[in-house]
């Protein structure tokens, strides 16, 4: 009803339109968050592992559907992180610099899915192999160059961090 209302009162009035080359354009990306949620997603595939196969009480029934709905959660916004950068940031340059760029995001989106579909640690690890090569790419478009260290909390993987110069 609020929508119909304020289409009419743009047909008689004709508001301003408003364009931005994304969502907020603060120039504001950084792969990190999509490192965090696919660690999450390993991490929780762990903590689903570390519950007994069979026999659940009702607590640890309230634990497994946290955890599944958390891996899941973090599984799209793996996706949806890497989406906003690849969508927003990305242009013809980066993709000049970063050839194979789309197919690594693709492969991305599927792995992500595949996260999602099954408790499965070794798709964990994968998607975040993928994050991480796209972490790199992302900073080579920057001139920044990365390191690869073992992050210092479970699920304690490798991630790809900047060099960043203080």
């Known amino acids: 009803m ?10 008689l ?9 994304c969502d907020i354009p603060c120039k504001i990306y950084d792969p990190s968050t999509a490192q965090i949620a696919a660690l999450t997603v390993i991490r929780m ?6 519950l007994p196969d069979e026999n659940l009480s009702r607590a640890q029934q309230a634990q497994l559907s946290r955890l599944v709905a958390q891996k899941e959660e973090h599984a799209i916004k793996v996706k949806e992180e890497i989406r906003v950068i ?11 610099q970063v050839p194979g760029v789309h197919e690594l995001v693709h492969n991305i989106m599927l792995q992500g899915s595949k996260c999602k579909q099954n408790i499965d640690r070794d798709a964990g690890v994968a998607l975040l192999k993928l994050v991480n090569e ?33």
Not at 45 to 50: K, L, P, Q
Request: hydrophobic share 35%.
């Open 134 to 166: 796209f972490a790199e790419a992302f900073w080579k478009t920057k001139d920044v160059d990365t390191y690869t260290a073992t992050c210092p909390y479970p699920p304690s993987e490798s991630v790809v961090y900047p060099k960043l110069d203080g």
């Open 13 to 21: 009035i004709g508001f301003p339109e408003a364009s931005a080359h």
């Open 86 to 96: 690849w969508g927003d940031y990305f242009k013809q340059p980066q993709f000049d």
């Open 2 to 11: 609020l929508h119909t209302l304020i289409h009419q009162i743009d047909r």
């Open 45 to 50: 595939v762990d903590m689903i592992n570390e």
